[in-house]
T-cell receptor
């Protein structure tokens, strides 16, 4: 079945450091890929998405490129801020018989220190 | 603010009880999804409705049920509650459900604590 694997956290960085959170997926067909962010005590917010191979999603300085050849969708940011501290979830959606929902990774906690 | 509302924000109850969680989707969205977030299971899909009809089922227990009303709001009913049902329950909505490109927008969640 479909699955998403994220790197284990927590990831601890200093402010202005470069961020990479790895995400790989297993799915047949052509899923769409998403990154959601969950700030402490809040719900999930869509960060960015990509719907086909080689698409790059970007938002708030974060970027991720849909790589079909490596089945990956790694999240990157050039310079993190303390306010980026949150849990990041990679997810995929593949529509099929009885399938409509998102499949999530386990989440990666990011802690940014001043 | 995603436009998806959930009530109540917190719920504390005892084992064996029954509770109802409520969700109002974004204006114009026809599809509602319910997810459970727990420490041991992560984020798991429970059930989805589209324009009042059940469309997909995930890891939903038989003690749990849901429905979507004509005004498109949805309710998730949890009965015979157990300690292990303590979790954060999210509702999400989207315009349609038939496209893999369709984006789901999440509400703030209801935190259920079963004592």
């Amino acid at each position: 079945g479909d699955s998403v694997t994220q790197m284990e956290g927590p990831v601890t960085l200093s402010e202005e450091a470069f961020l990479t959170i790895n995400c790989t997926y297993t799915a047949t067909g052509y899923p769409s890929l998403f990154w959601y962010v969950q700030y402490p005590g809040e719900g999930l917010q869509l960060l960015l998405k990509a719907t086909k191979a080689d698409d790059k999603g970007s938002n708030k300085g974060f970027e991720a490129t849909y790589r079909k050849e490596t089945t990956s969708f790694h999240l990157e940011k050039g310079s993190v801020q303390v306010s980026d501290s949150a849990v990041y979830f990679c997810a995929l959606k593949r529509v099929g018989t009885g399938r409509r929902a998102l499949t999530f990774g386990s989440g990666t906690r990011l802690q940014v220190q001043p | 603010d995603s436009g998806v509302t959930q009530t109540p924000k917190h719920l504390i109850t005892a084992t064996g009880q029954r509770v109802t969680l409520r969700c109002s989707p974004r204006s114009g969205d026809l599809s509602v999804y319910w997810y459970q977030q727990s420490l041991d299971q992560g984020l798991q899909f429970l059930i989805q409705y589209y324009n009042g009809e059940e469309r997909a089922k995930g890891n939903i227990l038989e003690r749990f049920s849901a429905q979507q009303f004509p005004d498109l709001h949805s309710e998730l009913n949890l009965s015979s509650l157990e300690l292990g049902d303590s979790a954060l329950y999210f509702c999400a909505s989207s315009v349609v459900s038939e496209l893999s490109t369709d984006t789901q927008y999440f509400g703030p969640g209801t935190r259920l604590t079963v004592l």
